[in-house]
């Protein structure tokens, strides 16, 4: 049975505790936008043609969609968003088409839309409400009978959050994937979801081994360690020494500096983490942390540490070199200021390797090493 798509997509939408500006329509999941990942999934149950309507910036919403002749992208300003919207219900094509998908791009669900175009139709539904079992479900999505624009009008009007006739709610059975998206804990959710194979978002790379993908020109140097599952966006960098490991996610163009260890941690886009750092249980974004365990929200105004990555190519490299040509002559300036110790004797480092409380084992003794154990080696 045919169906169209209609999706709003606000600039304003954001996922409360996630570091950063980023609308969540644009929020990037194992190498695709959260939107792109909804229209892949529409795509997948059968739907003819998406409309996308939206006030965030055309290059950005665009991103993994421009050359798709099926989606069709309608930009307005913030303040005509649920008019244009309307608008663009009306003027979609309703010949044929039984039934229309409206939803906001703030949420994402694997939905049976087959089974949700038979329930409203067997209801004689007008609109047709989405509910996660007994409970309403804090995602906005609908579908609505195509010739009936007054229904539409009213739930643009209200912004999806009430329909103008109420009809039989459709509620997701258990073999279908919902994520409300309420928080940054829900979000990284969705993503461990999918490296683990419990939805049908797909990682964008190739699996080079079991649980590890990596995507195009990532480049990953021998003497880095990736503990599966694990996932490496398209030109990220991860440089000797480091070790990224269990449920942590690389973005495209993530840069990890030698010694770092990525715990259990999602990395967005053109995020460059400094060199031996230990970071866990956090989403990070440019020069933002939030940690999920303690829900607090870090900004570093040291670029040895976090730091966000230019976008351009050309840019990058000029802030690498600038980067290198500062950091010499402040080498060769410090070693000249050094004064002259005289060496004392002193009694060569122990280096133990322990697995459990190592913060308690270096108090044993002067000079004793501490080196913890990441994975399964």
């Known amino acids: ?26 929020v990037e999941i194992l190498g695709a936008s959260l939107l792109a990942r909804i229209v892949a999934h529409l795509d997948r149950s059968g739907f003819q043609e998406t409309v996308i309507v939206t006030d965030i910036d055309a290059k950005q919403a665009q991103r993994g969609l ?12 913030t303040a005509h968003l649920w008019r244009t919207s309307e608008r663009a219900f009306e003027e979609m094509e309703s010949a044929g088409i039984r039934g229309v998908a409206v939803l906001r ?12 175009l038979a329930h409203h139709m067997h209801y004689g539904n007008r609109v047709t409400r989405i509910w ?34 109420a009809g039989v709610r459709y509620r997701v059975s258990e073999g279908e994937y919902i994520n409300e998206l309420r928080d940054c804990h829900m979000l ?49 960098r991860v440089h000797g020494g480091a070790v990224v490991t269990r449920d942590s996610i690389l973005e495209h163009h993530v840069s990890v500096d030698c010694g770092s260890v990525i715990e259990d941690a999602w ?12 970071v866990t249980h956090a989403v990070l974004n440019g020069d933002k942390l939030f940690h999920l365990k303690r829900n607090v929200e870090v900004t570093t105004f040291d670029a040895k540490l ?38 004392a004797p002193c009694r ?11 913060e308690n084992v270096a108090k044993l003794a002067p000079g004793l090493a501490v080196v913890r154990r990441y994975g399964n080696e």
């Open 66 to 77: 421009k050359d798709r002749t099926d989606v069709c992208f309608v930009h307005t300003d």
């Open 105 to 116: 791009a703030d949420c994402y669900a694997e939905i049976d839309w087959q089974a949700v």
């Open 267 to 278: 990395v967005q886009p053109f995020t460059g983490i400094g060199a031996g750092l230990d």
């Open 132 to 165: 996660c079992g007994d409970e309403p479900c804090a995602c906005d999505i609908f579908m609505v009978s195509a010739a009936r624009r007054n229904e539409a009008a009213t739930l643009m009007r209200n912004s999806l959050h009430e329909e103008r006739t």
């Open 348 to 358: 060569p480092a122990v280096t133990v390797e322990v697995e459990r409380q190592p």
């Open 188 to 236: 990284q959710e969705l993503a461990k979801d999918a490296l683990y194979r419990l939805n049908q978002i797909e990682p964008i790379g190739r699996e080079a081994r079991p649980g590890i993908w990596i995507g195009e020109g990532a480049r990953v140097e021998k003497e880095a360690r990736l503990v599966a599952p694990v996932f490496v966006g398209a030109r990220a």
């Open 306 to 343: 976090l730091r966000q990555r230019k976008q351009s190519a050309a840019a990058r490299t000029a802030q690498a070199a600038a980067a290198l040509f500062s950091y010499i002559p402040a080498q060769i300036m410090h070693s000249k200021r050094r004064p002259a110790v005289a060496e």
């Open 1 to 26: 049975m045919a169906m169209k798509a209609l999706i709003i997509a606000e600039h304003a939408a954001r996922i409360p505790g996630f570091p950063g500006e980023t609308p969540t329509a644009c």
